[in-house]
């Protein structure tokens, strides 16, 4: 049998090879600007701005990832409001988003809206599904419809009519969120954490669950990242947040720590919105 240790120097002299760092997986923003039409169901074509955030996982390099790894990709959205009054998190967008280069990988972007107030742009935020970029090569992200299912509200919190719409890019049929380069190398490392969930909220803060597989090595902690900064270093699946801020949203990851002090990559983004103050 292999041992860990060896597998691991294996990996190392692989990286080396290919120039890459080996380290905790991070994540590189990304900036992109495009015009939309949106067809909204009160049956009104308004032309709105758009802008894509997030960042593309550092896996094993900038904007690298193992073939033999789900790579999971950051999205945050900006909307020109097609909405009077508030809006809560209760609304949503999906962001049609595919893969070219060696091979075409459909994928979805599921986001949540945070709550806003009467602002001339919309923020949602969320992820792209798991991308397995098999075979190895270079892999551009392409973003495009966005169909959104918006529940506004009026100041005073009393329900107003629901607007769904359907927006299409304004030249071509995408926008390039950006570039994967995917290596045919397997990184030995802890296994990142799944199902994270929110299972309570207040004003101020939040508790969160999650689960792990068991690893070669027993695990020491894990480390709880909110918006990129980690905030808590648990023994136990499960954290409670505090000090957030009301209506605020968050997006939080998790990372397990073993006992020789390597790191799993991140766990896939949650997006949650704390509660009215």
Not at 83 to 97: F, L, N, Y
Not at 201 to 222: G, Q, S, V
């Amino acid at each position: 049998m292999t041992t860990p240790a060896r597998t691991a120097l294996v990996v190392a002299a692989a990286l080396a090879l290919s120039g890459i760092t080996a380290g905790t997986a991070t994540a590189t923003g990304v900036d992109v600007v495009g015009s939309y039409t949106c067809v909204t169901s009160t049956g009104q074509s308004v032309p709105v701005g758009v802008h894509f955030g997030g960042g593309l996982p550092d896996d094993v390099g900038p904007n690298g990832v193992s073939y033999a790894q789900a790579a999971l990709v950051d999205l945050d959205l900006d909307i020109t409001s097609l909405v009077s009054g508030r809006v809560d998190g209760d609304s949503t967008a999906v962001v049609e988003a595919w893969t070219s280069g060696p091979d075409k990988k459909q994928a979805l972007g599921r986001l949540r809206f945070a709550a806003t107030h009467d602002t001339p742009w919309l923020h949602a935020a969320g992820g792209l599904d798991a991308l397995h970029l098999n075979p190895a090569g270079t892999y551009r992200i392409h973003l495009g419809a966005i169909s959104m299912s918006l529940r506004p509200k009026a100041s005073d919190g009393s329900a107003l009519p629901a607007v769904d719409a359907r927006c299409t890019p304004g030249t071509g049929d995408s926008v390039v969120l950006g570039s994967l380069q995917s290596f045919g190398l397997i990184a030995d490392r802890p296994l990142r954490p799944y199902s994270l969930a929110v299972t309570s909220t207040t004003a101020t803060t939040a508790t969160l669950t999650w689960e792990a597989n068991r690893w070669w090595m027993p695990t020491a902690y894990y480390e709880v990242y909110v918006n990129n900064t980690v905030v808590a270093k648990p023994v136990d699946k499960q954290v409670t947040l505090t000090g957030l801020v009301p209506d605020g949203q968050y997006r939080v990851k998790v990372v397990t720590r073993d006992t020789t002090g390597s790191a799993s990559l991140k766990s896939e983004g949650l997006v949650f919105s704390t509660d009215p103050a």
